[in-house]
């Protein structure tokens, strides 16, 4: 089983949004949650993001859930 590397998946969230010239508010805009929400995916206090959170926000930064979630460098 794969485990999760919270501070390295909000790392990577953040930046990926930031090459893709996004705000968080565009993020939270197309999934349905608040900016604070996606703030704190970024700031890794969000201890339990779902598959299906995770599979919506790399969609829209055009990775995988894979890259967001450690598993792969790129």
Known sequence: MYEINIQLTAERIREKRKERGL?????AREIG?????????ETGKV???SVSMICKIANILGTSPAYLLGWRKR
């Open 47 to 49: 201890k339990d993001l």
């Open 33 to 41: 949650v608040t900016r604070a929400c996606i703030n704190n995916y």
């Open 23 to 27: 705000f968080q508010a565009d993020i």
